[in-house]
Nanobody, 121 residues
Framework: QVQLVESGGDLVQAGGSLRLSCAAS????????MGWYRQAPGKLRELVAVTISGGRINYADSVKGRFTISSDNAKKTVYLQMNSLKPEDTAVYYC???????????????WGQGTQVTVSS
C-alpha cells in the first residue's frame, strides 16, 4: 500500500556529517507525520526526530543542536541532516510515516527497511 525508501546511510568519522532521505510512495491520501528512529545493537528503537503536519517538530535530547529534520511535502520526502556525528550515533536509522491510506479513513504507521549509519572514532 505504502512504501518508504531510505537512503544516505554510510560510514563516517566522528565530527562528520550525513544526510538521510526517505521518500514515501503508494496509496497515500495524507501524511500526518514523518520521522526518523534508530536502533543500535542490543538497544531498543528510539525516536530521533519527527515532523508533524502543521509544523511541529520534536527531537531527542541527544541530537538537539546537531540534527535537523526537514520535509518536502510535494515530494513526500523527509530528510535528516546529521552534523557533528558521534560514535554513539551509530545505529540503523528507520524512517516512519503516519499515513491515511487512500480509500480508507484509517491512519496507519509504515516503516522503511532501515539504513546503516556507522560513526568511527
Amino acid at each position: 500500500q505504502v512504501q518508504l525508501v531510505e537512503s544516505g546511510g554510510d560510514l563516517v568519522q566522528a565530527g562528520g556529517s550525513l544526510r538521510l532521505s526517505c521518500a514515501a510512495s503508494g496509496r497515500i491520501f495524507s501524511i500526518n507525520a514523518m520521522g526518523w528512529y534508530r536502533q543500535a545493537p542490543g538497544k531498543l528503537r528510539e525516536l530521533v526526530a519527527v515532523t508533524i503536519s502543521g509544523g511541529r517538530i520534536n527531537y531527542a535530547d541527544s541530537v538537539k543542536g546537531r540534527f535537523t529534520i526537514s520535509s518536502d511535502n510535494a515530494k513526500k520526502t523527509v530528510y535528516l541532516q546529521m552534523n557533528s556525528l558521534k560514535p554513539e550515533d551509530t545505529a540503523v536509522y528507520y524512517c516512519s510515516a503516519d499515513v491515511v491510506v487512500a480509500g480508507s479513513l484509517i491512519k496507519q504507521t509504515f516503516w522503511g527497511q532501515g539504513t546503516q549509519v556507522t560513526v568511527s572514532s
